[in-house]
């Protein structure tokens, strides 16, 4: 691939803000929108997908990424940010697309490979039928996601292996990350949330998420611009009272009444002080005393 000169982090910062990227070089943007305002989103977007890479050593080591294409506002904007910035020679990593159909109702079938096609991607799309197998294990009434996103994983770690690459990239964002937290805070009682940066229990594949600080919120603006062709999820996006959507209902509330709490509370999760927590697995409490008055 006949790459433009690569561009160092600031000077892409730059020629985003003002406006000089070209539109057309790469066919993924060929309906991307010139405005002032996309492009400051985009320039937004793109520094955080950088600062998340950067922060989490995620380059290191990285050959080929498998990235998973749901066809959701979040994997295509991952897909295309990094896209992004591999074409402007600050991601040198080989990507690789994956769909896997799970053989929802009413999928869309040729929707992604159709895509992904004219874009010029390379990709596999694999099937394999999930969807039944969750309909059967899981009660009437309880929710799809927790044992739908096992099965999903799964397949994707395994074909991540037989593509020969060393990652799995996915595109959950900062609000993924912080109704995870939540959910862990008072359904789990821990204090866990999703990693940016996460090993495999088999130790063979890394786990990344490269959108870890970008706001959903920002995604679907750039998804809706982009004019991506979004494919809804049929399974678990139509269940209601799942506790992932109380958690966002609080989350937002929290935000419209104290604008800058999500990103207050995403920063807090990277600065965590043990000794002013309760898990003497984390600090020894047992060994701190006071020092002798002479």
């Known amino acids: 691939m006949d790459h433009s000169p690569a561009l160092s982090p600031d000077a892409i910062d730059n020629a985003v803000e003002d406006g000089d990227i ?11 929108p010139s405005s002032v305002s996309f492009n400051k989103l985009r320039k937004r ?10 922060d989490f050593g995620m380059l290191k080591g990285a050959k080929r990424w498998l990235v998973g294409i749901s066809g959701g506002k979040d994997s295509y904007s991952l897909l295309a940010l990094l896209m992004d910035l591999q074409w402007r020679g600050l991601l040198p990593v080989e990507l690789v697309a994956c769909n896997l159909d799970q053989g929802q109702p009413n999928f869309p079938k040729h929707i992604l490979p159709e895509y992904l096609a004219s874009i ?6 694999e099937y394999r039928d999930t969807y039944s197998i969750v309909k059967e294990k899981v009660p009437t009434g309880a929710t799809y996601c927790s044992l739908c996103s096992r ?9 991540a292996r037989e593509e020969g690459c060393d990652a799995l990239v996915l595109g959950h964002h900062r609000e993924d990350i912080l109704e995870t937290f939540f959910m862990n805070f008072f359904h789990g009682g821990r204090l866990a949330s999703m990693p940016a940066k996460l090993l495999n229990d088999e130790g063979d594949l890394m786990l990344l998420r490269p959108l870890a600080y970008a ?4 995604l679907a603006k750039f998804a809706a611009a982009m004019e991506f062709p979004i494919i809804p999820c049929d399974l678990c996006g139509s269940q209601d009272g799942l506790e992932r959507n109380a958690m966002k209902v609080m989350l937002a509330d929290l935000e419209r009444r104290m604008p800058g709490r999500k990103d207050t509370m995403l920063r807090a999760l990277g600065h965590v002080n043990p000794s002013h927590l309760l898990d003497p697995k984390l600090f020894d409490f047992q060994s701190l005393t006071p020092e002798p008055k002479e």
Do not use: C, S, W
Not at 151 to 159: A, C, D, E, P, T
């Open 215 to 218: 706001a959903e919120d920002d």
């Open 120 to 125: 010029g991607v390379k990709h596999r799309i």
């Open 22 to 32: 070209e539109t057309g070089l790469h066919p993924i943007f060929e309906r991307m």
């Open 45 to 54: 977007l793109l520094r955080q997908t950088r600062q998340a890479l950067d």
């Open 151 to 159: 099965l999903r994983r799964g397949n994707l770690y395994r074909i």
